[in-house]
């Protein structure tokens, strides 16, 4: 056999890898794109490229890593780490999961508001009802924030309404409510891949 036909070996990538492992508990599948466009319209978001191409090909995931997290070797400083862990759910769109779902948990989801945060979307979910938000917009476009959940009820009437998603996002951070996790939605995937 010449070496011209020798297929070389490649590696999966991060989403690959960490919906593959035996974290997920959970996989949904694909969107469905007209889906998606459907449920930006109806909320006045965007999507990231990013985290539309993890809902073509995943939909969302369940997951746990509370048990391993401290064990696993990852760069991130310790609050990474917890927030990582403490996320155990990224959400899809039309899966038809009662509760990982957003077409079915957004028209009543207390613990994120889009009036609140038009310039943020919830993404994931976690204990405490601590979720994952990407930005949308400003110099934050596609970040990923952690949001305290047990703070909620103390920022819903916060005045960020008249702000700029920039003055808006950059008081949450200040006021602890928001906290930068990952870059955009494959740095945030990279990262649950180095668990494994």
Known sequence: MSSDNVIPFRRPDALSK??????VTRRYGTADAARLSAFEKR?????????????????????????????????????????????NT??????????????????KMDFHDYDFTPFAHVIGLGGDFCTLVEI???RYDGHIMYTDGELFSGFRGAGVAYKSTDEAVDYLVEAGYYS????????????????V
């Open 18 to 23: 960490f919906a593959a492992s035996s974290f």
């Open 180 to 195: 930068v996790i990952a870059s955009d939605v494959c740095d945030l995937i990279t990262k649950y891949a180095r668990f």
């Open 136 to 138: 949308s917009g400003g």
């Open 43 to 87: 909320y006045g978001i965007h999507f990231s490229d990013g985290y539309r191409n993890f809902l073509m090909r995943e939909n969302g995931l369940d997951y746990s890593l509370a048990p391993e997290a401290d064990k696993a070797t990852i760069d991130d400083d310790r609050r990474d780490r917890f927030v990582l862990s403490d996320i």
């Open 90 to 107: 990224l959400f899809g769109i039309g899966n038809g999961h009662t509760y990982y779902d957003l077409e079915k948990l957004a028209p």
